[in-house]
């Protein structure tokens, strides 16, 4: 603050660290990058989606999903009002694409991270697709909306119009989970992303895997065996892991470790004495 004080939230955030990195100063100072400097998991997110009407800018859909590279798929039926040939509009950052009735009404993909093709412009502002289908009123129509991010700002909005409708954002009450509901209840969504869960660091001749997730019974590293003789222990504790190189990978027996014998918590490092 103005008077030089720091605020009671951070000096408890300031404490924490100081108090993770005294058990793990060895993994930390002094050290460098390993060849290999990280591991990333697939994570995903579910929940109900009342629209599909978001601009995330910079920011995720939520926890543990990335503010970047991530797909979103949303499911579940719609239902017109009017027996009326639709137009359906759509507005993303970076690529969606739109089924109604099993059929493909929009198409506007970009990139993934795969390879495959893109149009530069496409990737340069958001981008829009149209299209038309006949719809009975009254009746759900299975619709499906895949998305996907790449970098930097995130959003995506889906509009239709009829004869009889004015365009607007494809309103809650007329999106349903399953055909089961009677009132709309917005879309199921997942999404999905690679979370960065392990980091690797090289100090004094030594091995560290810092995880940022606790890995449960067993801890599996995608490393070169180690040298004859190595040893791999949790910093913070003095009792050897037992371990094992199985096709290709360093797999720690975690199952001796309780919650109380974690000498720290948010994450935690494990120390490889060599690896060839």
């Not at 506007?108 to 093709?117: E, I, M, Y």
């Given at each position: 603050g103005a008077d030089g004080q720091i605020p009671l939230l951070q000096q408890e955030r300031l404490i924490q660290l100081g108090d993770w990195i005294k058990v793990n100063v060895e993994a930390?100072?002094?050290s460098t990058p390993f060849s290999k400097t990280e591991e990333t998991k697939e994570v995903e997110l579910k929940r109900v989606d009342p629209q599909v009407n978001f601009d995330w800018v910079r920011n995720s859909p939520g926890k543990p999903i990335s503010e970047d590279d991530f797909t979103a798929t949303w499911t579940g039926y719609i239902v017109p009002a009017y027996n009326e040939e639709y137009t359906f509009e759509g507005e993303a950052?970076?690529?969606?694409?739109?089924w109604v009735d099993n059929q493909l009404i929009l198409d506007?993909?970009?990139?993934?991270?795969?390879?495959?093709?893109s149009n530069a412009q496409d990737r340069k502002k958001p981008d829009a697709a149209n299209g038309k289908i006949r719809l009975k009123a009254g009746q759900k129509y299975a619709i499906k909306v895949d998305y996907i991010e790449k970098k930097q700002n995130a959003s995506i909005t889906l509009w239709w119009s009829s004869p009889s409708l004015t365009k607007e954002v494809i309103p809650q009450s007329a999106l349903f989970m399953d055909k089961n509901y009677s009132a709309g209840n917005g879309l199921n969504a997942v999404y999905k992303s690679q979370y960065s869960w392990l980091c690797y660091t090289v100090n004094n001749g030594n091995l560290y895997a810092i995880a940022l997730d606790w890995?449960?019974?067993e801890l599996v590293l995608q490393l070169p065996r180690p040298k004859a003789g190595s040893s791999i222990g949790l910093l913070g504790t003095s009792k050897p892991l037992p371990w094992k190189y199985d096709n290709g990978k360093v797999v720690v027996d975690l199952s001796g470790i309780g919650y109380n014998d974690m000498p720290c918590q948010y994450a935690w490092t494990f120390k490889i004495s060599g690896i060839k």
């Open positions: 930390i100072y002094g950052d970076d690529g969606f694409r739109l506007h993909w970009v990139a993934d991270n795969t390879g495959s093709q890995p449960g019974k």
